[in-house]
T-cell receptor, first 113, second 114 residues
Framework: AQSVTQLDSQVPVFEEAPVELRCNYS??????LFWYVQYPNQGLQLLLK??????LVKGINGFEAEFNKSQTSFHLRKPSVHISDTAEYFC???????????FGGGTRLMVKP | DAGVIQSPRHEVTEMGQEVTLRCKPI?????LFWYRQTMMRGLELLIY????????DSGMPEDRFSAKMPNASFSTLKIQPSEPRDSAVYFC????????????FGQGTRLTVV
């Protein structure tokens, strides 16, 4: 079985400040890791993914995440946020055994002017 | 491709009525997932299909829920009878490679059972 924990349910931050959204996972098999973003009244869309290779993954809208196997983490970062980044962010883990994606509880990023 | 298409976008129904949610996945995607999103429980996987075959339905909450995929371009999620606690946003997603690749989500169906 696999699980995903997003440690912060809400993260308030001022515009142009850096932000880190934390994600930890547990799985007994090799995993694939994803970050999705959900804007109000929308479905989820992919920000970035880690399948293999370099542990630093760059995504859309200036976001990046680093896979840390020893700490079982996949934290999302952005050096300077914009008002338009206000949304809910979901970390997800997929395993090659079950072919299912398991999502964390989500982190609401609130960017203030 | 127009993406994953769900209908209706909004559904309001009375307790006890049957509700059918519809999904058209992206052409060529072998995997289809149904998720439910609520404030209390977050995003839950209900069931997923591979090549139209249900693979894991362990997330389906009760026998009142059923899902079908009669062909590669159509799936339904049915609730019969519906209850107020079924109120949620239901998402359909499709993927070419299952958990090893991006899942493309529809806009969701917001279900309200009164």
């Amino acid at each position: 079985a696999q699980s995903v924990t997003q440690l912060d349910s809400q993260v308030p931050v001022f515009e142009e400040a850096p932000v880190e959204l934390r994600c930890n996972y547990s799985s007994s098999v090799s995993v694939y890791l994803f970050w999705y973003v959900q804007y109000p009244n929308q479905g989820l869309q992919l920000l970035l993914k880690y399948l293999s290779g370099s542990t630093l993954v760059k995504g859309i809208n200036g976001f990046e995440a680093e896979f840390n196997k020893s700490q079982t983490s996949f934290h999302l970062r952005k050096p300077s946020v914009h008002i338009s980044d206000t949304a809910e962010y979901f970390c997800a883990v997929g395993d090659n055994a079950g072919n299912m994606l398991t999502f964390g509880g989500g982190t609401r990023l609130m960017v203030k002017p | 491709d127009a993406g994953v298409i769900q209908s209706p976008r909004h559904e309001v129904t009375e307790m006890g009525q049957e509700v059918t949610l519809r999904c058209k996945p992206i052409s060529g995607h072998d995997y289809l997932f149904w998720y439910r999103q609520t404030m209390m429980r977050g995003l839950e996987l209900l069931i997923y299909f591979n090549n139209n075959v249900p693979i894991d339905d362990s997330g389906m909450p009760e026998d009142r829920f059923s899902a079908k995929m009669p062909n590669a371009s159509f799936s339904t999620l049915k609730i019969q009878p519906s209850e107020p606690r079924d109120s949620a946003v239901y998402f359909c997603a499709s993927s070419p490679l299952g958990a090893a690749d991006e899942a493309f989500f529809g806009q969701g169906t917001r279900l309200t059972v009164v």
